[in-house]
């Protein structure tokens, strides 16, 4: 059981102890503070993903930007909360949260988005042009195109699936938890939030609309087993504004150790 609590607290993924001086809300992160940085940008994370996914991310670029990342219930210190059952539950709380007074900041505001949390930050930034401000960037990692099929032909869907199956597909993904998922016990506490966001994705219905007017940036791993880089580059539909497309080494979760590489392309689209 101390397994488990370990990774209900998020020992394993920047909880507690790495969540930094300045807890903002329940739904943001802010791991450094880093008022001196020209830009922020917001970060949601992968499918059974938190916020700690991204402290060292912010630890890389907080002279350049300062991280706040977005923390879904259901997970570490939000574990008793039901998850999310909607992408526009989690994008109407998440500008809520940056709507609040601790938040009001005049510098430009970018998105980065992983697997999952590409989906989540382009609904964000499609609300955040609507309503007239447009993001600095946009980045979007590990996911192709939102108007390609998800899943795409021939892979099962997962909110459905036996655990079993479940962990075949982590394992597929590959990434620093999946190994840790191997325990039966830190499998028992990070299945709920696993299917919750798994049947979000699988609601997610893609609306055609005007495209962005922001820079849209997409990364992919080299080797990644569910997102080739035909899918990356068709997020080039969804932005009139400059697209680039960028192929690290690496499978879906490259990020873990491309870091300086990650770090370059965001400050450089950035400035």
């Given at each position: 059981?101390?397994?488990?609590?370990?990774?209900?607290r998020?020992?394993?993924a920047g909880?507690?102890?790495?969540?930094g001086?300045?807890?903002?809300?329940?739904?943001?992160?802010?791991?450094?503070?880093?008022?001196?940085?020209?830009?922020?940008?917001?970060?949601?994370?992968?499918?059974?993903?938190?916020?700690?996914?991204?402290?060292?991310l912010?630890?890389?670029?907080?002279?350049?930007?300062?991280?706040?990342?977005?923390?879904y219930?259901?997970?570490?210190?939000?574990?008793?909360?039901?998850?999310?059952?909607?992408?526009?539950e989690?994008v109407?709380?998440?500008?809520?949260?940056?709507?609040?007074?601790?938040?009001?900041?005049p510098?430009?505001?970018?998105?980065?988005?992983?697997?999952?949390?590409?989906?989540?930050?382009?609904?964000?930034?499609?609300?955040?042009?609507?309503?007239?401000?447009?993001?600095?960037?946009?980045?979007?990692?590990?996911?192709?195109?939102?108007?390609?099929p998800?899943?795409?032909?021939?892979?099962?869907?997962?909110?459905?699936?036996?655990?079993a199956?479940?962990?075949?597909?982590?394992?597929?993904?590959?990434?620093?938890?999946a190994?840790?998922l191997?325990?039966?016990?830190v499998?028992?506490?990070?299945?709920?939030?696993?299917?919750?966001?798994?049947?979000?994705?699988?609601?997610?219905?893609?609306?055609?609309?005007?495209?962005l007017q922001?820079?849209?940036?997409?990364?992919?791993g080299?080797?990644?087993?569910?997102?080739p880089?035909?899918?990356?580059?068709?997020?080039?539909?969804?932005?009139?504004?400059?697209?680039?497309?960028?192929?690290l080494?690496?499978?879906?979760?490259?990020?873990?150790?491309?870091?300086?590489?990650v770090?370059?392309?965001?400050t450089?689209?950035?400035?």
């Amino acid at each position: 059981m101390l397994l488990a609590a370990a990774f209900r607290r998020g020992a394993f993924a920047g909880g507690e102890e790495d969540r930094g001086d300045d807890d903002v809300s329940r739904w943001i992160r802010r791991f450094h503070k880093a008022p001196d940085a020209p830009v922020r940008l917001v970060c949601f994370p992968h499918a059974g993903g938190s916020a700690g996914t991204f402290v060292q991310l912010s630890a890389a670029i907080r002279r350049r930007a300062e991280v706040l990342a977005v923390q879904y219930p259901g997970r570490q210190d939000r574990f008793g909360e039901p998850c999310a059952t909607g992408a526009d539950e989690v994008v109407d709380a998440a500008l809520h949260a940056l709507a609040q007074p601790e938040h009001d900041d005049p510098r430009p505001l970018g998105l980065f988005g992983h697997s999952m949390g590409a989906v989540l930050a382009f609904e964000t930034a499609r609300r955040m042009e609507r309503a007239g401000t447009r993001p600095a960037a946009l980045f979007v990692s590990a996911r192709q195109g939102p108007s390609l099929p998800w899943p795409p032909p021939g892979v099962p869907t997962l909110h459905d699936a036996d655990p079993a199956r479940i962990l075949n597909e982590l394992r597929l993904l590959g990434g620093s938890a999946a190994e840790l998922l191997t325990s039966p016990e830190v499998m028992e506490y990070a299945l709920p939030a696993l299917r919750a966001d798994y049947r979000l994705l699988h609601a997610y219905a893609y609306q055609s609309a005007q495209p962005l007017q922001c820079p849209v940036i997409g990364l992919a791993g080299a080797d990644d087993p569910r997102v080739p880089g035909d899918g990356v580059r068709a997020w080039a539909r969804e932005t009139r504004g400059p697209f680039a497309h960028h192929v690290l080494p690496g499978g879906h979760f490259y990020i873990e150790n491309e870091l300086p590489q990650v770090t370059e392309i965001i400050t450089d689209a950035l400035a």
